[in-house]
């Protein structure tokens, strides 16, 4: 039976069997028997981590350490409100610094704990449950989510592609337009906490599972993914950058990365 460790884009942890390409961290959210309790989160440090880093091997739910999460991807992990771990994917941190700079028009990078105190503002009210807002599908960018008619959606060059466990499913016809015609109304509810998306629009690229792309027909007009997609080598000028190569979550005992520390 799958652990209680799989976390969807409206920041739910959930069983579920199905595999992803990242993990991540919210603090130890379990007790006995490896099942979670009431508390969803110990810190505002949420985070969004490799899936292998240095070889390290650590068991996925250790008593009183900390509860590994595993998402299908970072666009996932991203809505649900993790930020990128400053530890093993420094790269990717220092991306996200510089587009959360921009976008926030700030001095310099801000800090970790920064970061993390507006995240979790915007990613949770006071009796916990997940915030969403309402915006304009025509200023949103790629990787974000929003709520469409069977769940949540993954905003790619014009469509928008069901999220699952599983991965994307196909997406909804270019010719059909997001707002007109697909049930999805012009003002689109967005999962992804806003921050993240104006540092997305600032010039993050989000990693997307490579479903993503799979039976993926013409564009909407003048659109242009901005990911990158795990897997994926990326064609001049295509839009989209190569990232890791794919690797799915383990059932056993995980290959990843210390686990206490502000990232």
């Known amino acids: 039976m799958p652990l209680q460790n799989r976390v969807t884009p ?33 810190s505002k440090l949420w985070i969004c981590c490799l899936l292998e880093f ?23 992990a991203l809505a649900a409100g993790h930020r990128p771990c400053a530890y093993c994917r420094r790269p990717d941190y220092v991306a996200f610094t510089q587009a959360w700079r921009a976008a926030q028009c700030l001095p310099r990078r801000p ?20 915030l969403s807002y309402r915006a304009p599908l025509a200023e949103l ?8 008619p069977a769940g949540p959606g ?19 016809p270019a010719d059909a337009g997001i707002p007109a015609g697909a049930g999805i109304p012009a003002g689109a509810e967005v999962l992804t906490p806003p921050s993240i998306v104006a540092a997305i629009t600032a010039g993050y690229l989000p ?35 190569g990232g890791a190569v ?11 990365r210390r686990t206490s520390g502000s990232w």
């Not at 800090?111 to 997940?130: C, F, G, Y």
């Open 154 to 172: 993954l905003l790619l060059a014009g469509q928008v592609r069901p999220w699952s466990f599983h991965g994307y499913g196909a997406p909804l």
């Open 111 to 130: 800090l970790a704990p920064d970061m993390d105190a507006v995240l979790h503002r915007e990613r949770t009210d006071r009796s916990r449950r997940k």
């Open 141 to 148: 960018p790629d990787g974000v989510m929003i709520r469409a």
């Open 54 to 76: 240095k070889g390290v091997q650590r068991d996925p739910m250790p008593p009183g350490r900390w509860t590994a999460l595993f998402f299908l991807d970072e666009a996932t």
């Open 246 to 256: 794919a690797r799915t979550m383990p059932s056993g005992p995980i290959t990843n």
């Open 10 to 42: 409206f920041g739910e942890i959930v069983a579920d069997p199905g595999r992803g390409l990242m993990m991540g961290n919210r603090g130890c959210l379990h007790g006995q028997g490896r099942r979670l309790g009431v508390s969803r989160w110990r």
């Open 207 to 241: 990693q997307v599972h490579p479903s993503a792309l799979a039976g993926a027909g013409p564009p909407s007009p003048g659109a242009k993914a901005r990911i990158r997609v795990q897997g994926h080598r990326g064609q001049p000028g295509d839009g989209l950058r």
